[in-house]
């Protein structure tokens, strides 16, 4: 299962883990990618005010990796695979976790 850039649109982003985490068969996996934009391409004043709009398809959040990280702690996933945004790579964080 791949979620492509749009884990900071998930309302319930745990939720979502329970769910894939019961619905994951065999040696099936979860990739989640998804960027840090606003902090990136936006001063602190634009994310802000960003991150506080009623927009309907506006980010829920801004998570970072580690941050996306924290809502598969006790899901009984294992991650595989962490890539961290960084100078020297991309814009993007990518996390696979499959069954442990």
């Not at 979860?30 to 994310?47: E, I, N």
């Not at 398809?57 to 009984?76: I, K, L």
Request: net charge neutral; no cysteine; aromatic share 8%.
């Amino acid at each position: 299962m791949l979620v492509l850039r749009s884990w900071n649109h998930l309302r319930d982003p745990r939720g979502f883990v329970t769910a894939v985490a019961r619905a994951l068969r065999g040696e099936g996996t979860l990739t989640v990618v998804d960027d840090v934009a606003f902090g990136l391409a936006r001063s602190r004043p634009h994310a802000e005010r960003a991150e506080r709009s009623s927009a309907e398809h506006e980010h829920y959040r801004n998570d970072t990796s580690v941050d996306a990280m924290r809502s598969f702690e006790g899901s009984g996933l294992e991650l595989l695979e962490h890539r961290e945004v960084g100078p020297g790579t991309s814009t993007l964080w990518l996390l696979r976790y499959g069954r442990s």
